[in-house]
């Protein structure tokens, strides 16, 4: 097992690889204040979210939807997408293949 180092990716905002291989990576975000942002972006890996904690407002191409602890979802190649932290909170991604610009 290796440790990986916390990542400051915005105001509040945390990333951490939690586990990584070359065809799959598990990444938590940490949001740390309501009101903080998951900058809207877009990726080549297929990604796969669960909501640990938190609430957050996701937008996922022209579509927005508010998820809460327990809901997951996955967002296909490309998609243009960010969030709005509601209430402080823990997302838990999964990317394939892995994102080698996080190591």
Request: hydrophobic residues 40%; proline residues 7%; contains cysteine.
């Given at each position: 097992?290796?440790?990986?180092?916390?990542?400051?990716?915005?105001?509040?905002?945390?990333?951490?690889?939690?586990?990584?291989h070359p065809?799959?990576?598990?990444?938590?975000?940490?949001?740390?204040?309501?009101?903080?942002?998951?900058?809207?972006?877009?990726?080549?890996?297929?990604?796969?979210?669960?909501?640990?904690?938190?609430?957050?407002?996701?937008?996922?191409?022209?579509?927005?939807?508010?998820?809460?602890?327990?809901?997951?979802f996955v967002?296909?190649?490309?998609?243009?997408?960010?969030c709005v932290?509601?209430?402080?909170?823990?997302?838990?991604?999964?990317?394939?293949?892995?994102?080698?610009?996080?190591?």
């Amino acid at each position: 097992m290796t440790d990986f180092p916390v990542v400051k990716t915005g105001e509040d905002v945390t990333r951490q690889v939690l586990s990584d291989h070359p065809k799959m990576m598990v990444v938590a975000f940490r949001f740390a204040a309501e009101g903080a942002i998951g900058a809207l972006h877009n990726h080549p890996h297929v990604q796969s979210t669960y909501v640990e904690k938190g609430r957050f407002r996701f937008t996922l191409g022209d579509v927005e939807r508010e998820v809460g602890p327990g809901d997951s979802f996955v967002i296909p190649s490309d998609i243009i997408h960010g969030c709005v932290c509601l209430e402080p909170g823990t997302l838990i991604d999964c990317f394939t293949p892995r994102r080698d610009d996080f190591l």
